[in-house]
């Protein structure tokens, strides 16, 4: 049965975006609902920037997936994991292109996004395309950990020296030293200038459904001031914040493994 292979044994499915001239090809895996989750809304992990979709977390919410009998969908964008593409090529645009396509591909009903970092961002962007495409039905709720909105413009180039933004008008790019990689990270002009065509807190933002929002208060990399600003900024939809005290970025302890799965739970 699916649910007793390992994780390596998994393998992936693959669509194909075409977009723009280009085609990506990206892998994802999927979980059908068994007898145990008929009836409920089905999971999809959209996970974070240079993240995979083997992650810690996303194989936690797999395996748990497994024994609640719930569908589940989990994928990498475009230069991520296992997908195709350079990931410099990459923008917020194109990853929400992919995001989009997998919900409609992967996917059927009802589904919880949840969305880690960058994720986020993008999970609230999928719910305002799909409420443009007249399928607000497609969306539950919402799980987000550390969300990462309008990060291209907030937490990156309006914090960046002067001279790292000269390198990324000259050269085109800048390289971000990582604490998650020994290798930094290419921050591109593209992905800067094209983010900003996707920013959400210049106005009201709906969900179109209800949210849970998962903060730690150490977090480097997206303050807990940055989750505050978007619960205010989601005034017209059911939000509930968590705050841990000693959170970091990423949230995979397993007290937050925890608290993860309990906050899906609550939502459907």
């Not at 994991?81 to 996917?107: D, M, P, R, Y």
């Not at 009201?204 to 505050?228: E, K, N, Y």
Request: hydrophobic content about 45%; charged content about 20%.
């Amino acid at each position: 049965m699916q649910g007793e292979l390992s994780e390596a044994a998994f393998r992936p499915q693959v669509l194909t975006v075409v977009e723009a001239g280009s085609q990506r090809r990206i892998a994802y895996l999927a979980r059908s609902a068994r007898e145990s989750g008929i009836g409920r809304p089905g999971v999809i992990w959209l996970g974070g920037f240079k993240s995979d979709m083997r992650s810690t977390k996303a194989a936690a919410l797999d395996r748990w997936a497994v024994e609640q009998g719930r569908a589940f969908v989990r994928f990498d964008y475009s230069g991520h994991g296992e997908s195709s593409g350079a990931f410099e090529a990459g923008t917020i645009g194109a990853w929400l292109a992919e995001s989009l396509a997998v919900i409609s591909t992967a996917t059927r009903g009802p589904q919880i996004l949840v969305g880690s970092s960058m994720g986020g961002w993008l999970a609230l962007l999928a719910a305002r395309a799909l409420n443009a495409a007249g399928q607000r039905e497609r969306l539950a709720g919402m799980v987000l950990i550390a969300p990462a909105v309008d990060f291209t413009e907030a937490l990156i180039w309006q914090r960046l020296s002067l001279a790292a933004k000269a390198d990324i008008a000259e050269k085109g790019y800048w390289l971000r030293p990582s604490a998650y990689s020994p290798e930094p990270y290419p921050i591109t002009r593209a992905l800067i200038e094209e983010g900003r065509g996707h920013l959400l807190f210049e106005r009201t933002i709906r969900s179109f459904c209800p949210v849970h929002i998962l903060q730690g208060m150490q977090d480097p990399d997206v303050p807990w001031s940055h989750a505050m600003t978007l619960v205010e900024h989601l005034a017209g939809d059911p939000v509930a914040l968590t705050l841990i005290k000693d959170g970091d970025h990423r949230l995979s302890r397993p007290e937050d493994l925890v608290r993860l799965k309990a906050a899906i739970e609550q939502i459907a």
